[in-house]
């Protein structure tokens, strides 16, 4: 398996503008999560999706941010308007169902808003 | 509130010492435990999980971990640091129930001297 893949890795926007990172889980895991990680705040649990369906999305910063998971192996971050705080890294990953299985980390989307 | 403490955001070794990254979650109940590793402009990769199997946990490049829930505590250590370990290094939890939430600690950065 290729492991979680995101893309963009890299993502370069103006302030105002509408920013989605994509995600593309291991398959077969059923569990996903989006993390931001700064330097101040360290990593943040956004929000986590079972079976495509969100779970807990208490970590989701404000209303400019959602995500989506339409299918299985596919799930989106949208920030709309994006602003120069929202500049991270951004990591997205997947886990299957068990009491100890570990989560797999994509290699993560820096997003800067200028 | 569940939480893990990372001690120490920056620890310095020389090349051939002993590497001591110290991780305490706070519950009576043992939670899942988990070791990630950072390598700069990637993302998190598993070193080692507790499994209940074994108190004495190993890992990936030659990390361990033991498990003391006396002292509600999860440190990583490694005999001889190598220059490759070079890093920074995540505990995480994961409390059961109904929660699957992974919660990270703040992290701490290896830097190993010649």
């Known amino acids: 398996d290729a492991g979680v893949i995101q893309s963009p890795r890299h993502e370069v926007t103006e302030m105002g503008q509408e920013v989605t990172l994509r995600c593309k889980p291991i398959s077969g895991h059923d569990y996903l999560f989006w993390y931001r990680q700064t330097m101040m705040r360290g990593l943040e649990l956004l929000i986590y999706f079972n079976n495509n369906v969100p779970i807990d999305d208490s970590g989701m910063p404000e209303d400019r941010f959602s995500a989506k998971m339409p299918n299985a192996s596919f799930s989106t971050l949208k920030i709309q308007p994006s602003e120069p705080r929202d500049s991270a890294v951004y990591f997205c990953a997947s886990r299957f169902t068990g009491s100890n299985t570990e989560a797999f980390f994509g290699q993560g989307t820096r997003l800067t808003v200028v | 509130a569940q939480s893990v403490t990372q001690l120490g955001s920056h620890v310095s070794v020389s090349e051939g010492a002993l590497v001591l990254l110290r991780c305490n979650y706070s519950s009576s109940v043992p939670p899942y435990l988990f070791w990630y590793v950072q390598y700069p402009n990637q993302g998190l990769q598993l070193l080692l999980k507790?499994?209940?199997?074994?108190?004495l946990v190993k890992g990936i490049n030659g990390f361990e971990a033991e498990f003391k829930k006396s002292e509600t505590s999860f440190h990583l250590t490694k005999p001889s640091a190598h220059m490759s370990d070079a890093a920074e290094y995540f505990c995480a939890v994961r409390y059961g129930g109904a929660t699957n939430k992974l919660i990270f600690g703040t992290g701490t950065l290896l830097a190993v001297q010649p």
């Open positions: 507790y499994t209940s199997a074994a108190t």
